[in-house]
C-alpha cells in the first residue's frame, strides 16, 4: 500500500504525535536537570497578577507603638507597621515586572517527507529541535538568573580595532581590577552568535556576527563579521536576533528585556521592584556586599564568617537550612584544597537531591555553576528566592503548535516562559565581589 505524503496526513501525524509523546511537563523537567541555579530556584504564581508580580515587604515595623510606660503614664500611640516608600514617603509594595523569554525552531517539509519513509528518523530529529531548543532557552535563563541584571549586557567592550573587539566584565559586571588583566570577557560569547552593539548611555550602534573569539588572550578578543558604525570602548555586547538591524528596528535584541537577576537583587545600593534603598525607611532593602574588586583578596575562612554574620545581622536567616553558597568552579576547588585543613575536610560535606556531594561551609552546601560571574562568591537563602511565573514553560499554540513559514515548504513553532526572579527579603542574601581566581577554568581552552 502506498504511504500517503499528502500535507493533511503527515500533519494530522505530527499533531497527535506531539499530543501523546511532547507534553510540556517533560519539557520542564528536561530544562531543571540542566540548569544548576535556575533549577533549584522556587516557581510562584501566586504573586504574579497580569504584567506585575506584586509584592509587600515590611521595611520599618511599628517601632513608635511599642515602648515602656509607668503605671499611669499614657499609653503609646497607635500605628502600622512600616512597608517600604517612595521618593516622597508614600507607602508602596514592591512591582516586578514580568518579561517574555522566546525560543524558537523550525522544521522543513522535505524533511518530513524524507523521515517519514523511515522507522523512527521523523521520532529523532524532531526530538532534537524541541529538547535542544529547551535546553538552548534553559541555560540563557540561568545565566540571566545568576549573571544578569535584567539589561542584556553580555560583556563590556576595551578597545576597538576595525572588526576586532577585546572584551571584558563579562555580564556587564567589574570582575576584574582592569581590562588589561581580566581573561573572562567572553565568558558568554561562542562563535556564531548574533550581538547588538550599545553605548553605555544606552544608545544602539547596531548588530553583527561574531566569526572567531580568542579566549586565551587577555582581555579576550571577539572578531565580528562587520563592526556596527560608532562601536567604541567603553560599549556594551546583547544578544540579538539577526544582523544588519539599524536604530529604525532595534526592537529584535534583549537590551532591557531580560530577566532581573542576583546582580540586580543582590545588592546594597541598586534599586529593584520599585523600591530605592536610598530612600529614607527603605534602608533594609539591601543585601549584605563585600566588594574587593578593586583589590582582589584570596578566599579565606573569616571573609565566609562575616559574610555570614552581615547576613545574620540584618536578615536574622543566616542559620536557616536553605543557605546555600554559589560559587566559581575555581573557588570551590581552592576552598576544598587550601582553606580547609586536613582534620575537617573530608567531613566538610553534604549530600544533595540526587545523591551528588558537595563541600559545606558552617553546614550550609557550597554549590557551583558554570554562569556564576569570577570571583564572585553569593550566600543565598533560597527558600526566599523565587522565579515568579505564570504556567511555566509553554507552547505558543492557542491555534496550532506549528504555523507555516511563509512562501516556504516548512514549519516553525515558539517556546515561551512569562518571568521574572526576585524575593521577598533582599537582606538575606549576599554576596563577596573580589576574590582571587586561582586558575582559569574555560571550557574552550586549555
Not at 580568542?214 to 544578544?239: E, H, I, M, Q
Not at 523600591?275 to 584570596?298: K, L, Q, Y
Not at 542574601?429 to 581566581?437: A, D
Request: overall charge negative.
Amino acid at each position: 500500500m502506498a504511504l500517503d505524503l499528502s500535507a493533511a496526513t503527515v500533519l494530522a501525524a505530527i499533531q497527535g504525535y506531539l499530543k501523546e509523546d511532547y507534553t510540556v511537563h517533560g519539557l520542564t523537567d528536561q530544562i531543571n536537570r540542566n540548569a544548576e541555579f535556575f533549577g533549584r530556584v522556587r516557581r510562584s504564581g501566586k504573586e504574579v497578577r497580569g504584567k506585575y508580580a506584586v509584592v509587600p515587604v515590611i521595611l520599618q515595623g511599628n517601632r513608635n507603638a511599642v515602648g515602656a510606660r509607668g503605671e499611669l503614664d499614657k499609653l503609646p500611640e497607635p500605628a502600622f507597621q512600616g512597608t517600604a516608600v517612595d521618593g516622597s514617603g508614600n507607602r508602596i509594595a514592591g512591582q516586578i515586572t514580568m518579561r517574555f523569554n522566546t525560543g524558537r525552531f523550525a522544521i522543513t517539509e522535505p524533511a518530513i517527507q524524507a523521515s517519514a519513509t523511515s522507522e523512527g528518523a521523523f521520532e529523532s530529529a524532531l526530538e532534537v529541535e524541541m529538547k535542544g531548543l529547551t535546553l538552548d532557552l534553559a541555560n540563557d535563563l540561568n545565566r540571566q538568573h545568576i549573571s544578569g541584571d535584567g539589561s542584556g549586557k553580555l560583556c563590556q567592550l576595551s578597545a576597538v580595532s576595525g572588526n576586532t573587539l577585546s572584551v571584558y566584565n563579562p555580564g556587564g559586571q567589574q570582575c576584574w581590577p582592569s581590562a588589561s588583566v581580566d581573561p573572562d570577557g567572553a565568558k558568554f560569547l561562542e562563535v556564531n552568535d548574533v550581538v547588538a552593539v550599545y553605548s553605555s548611555s544606552g544608545t544602539f550602534r547596531g548588530t553583527c556576527k561574531i566569526t572567531a573569539i580568542d579566549y586565551s588572550a587577555t582581555p579576550n578578543t571577539v572578531t565580528v563579521d562587520s563592526a556596527p558604525s560608532g562601536t567604541t570602548a567603553s560599549d556594551f555586547l546583547v544578544k540579538a536576533s539577526k544582523t544588519g538591524l539599524t536604530s529604525g528596528n532595534s526592537d529584535q535584541d534583549a537590551w532591557n528585556a531580560e530577566v532581573q537577576g542576583l546582580l540586580a537583587w543582590v545588592d546594597d545600593s541598586s534599586a529593584v521592584a520599585n523600591i530605592d534603598p536610598s530612600d529614607a525607611g527603605n534602608e533594609r532593602w539591601a543585601s549584605a556586599v563585600m566588594d574587593f574588586t578593586s583589590s582582589p583578596v584570596p578566599l579565606n575562612d573569616a571573609i565566609l564568617h562575616q559574610m555570614q554574620s552581615l547576613i545574620r545581622r540584618r536578615g536574622g536567616q543566616a542559620a536557616n537550612q536553605s543557605l546555600a553558597h554559589y560559587t566559581t568552579y575555581a573557588l570551590e576547588n581552592y576552598y576544598g584544597v587550601e582553606v580547609l585543613s586536613p582534620e575537617k575536610r573530608f567531613p566538610n560535606t553534604t549530600v544533595l537531591a540526587g545523591g551528588y556531594t558537595a563541600l559545606t561551609f558552617a553546614g550550609r552546601p557550597i554549590l557551583v555553576d558554570k554562569d556564576c560571574l569570577p570571583g564572585h562568591w553569593w550566600m543565598l537563602t533560597m527558600s526566599e528566592l523565587y522565579c515568579y511565573n505564570q504556567g511555566g514553560f509553554y507552547w505558543m499554540d492557542r491555534d496550532n503548535m506549528f504555523s507555516r513559514l511563509p512562501d516556504q515548504m516548512g514549519w516553525e513553532a515558539t517556546l515561551l516562559f512569562y518571568s521574572n526572579f526576585g524575593t521577598p527579603r533582599r537582606n538575606v542574601h549576599g554576596v563577596i565581589r573580589g576574590l582571587q581566581e586561582p586558575y582559569r577554568v574555560d571550557q574552550f581552552t586549555a
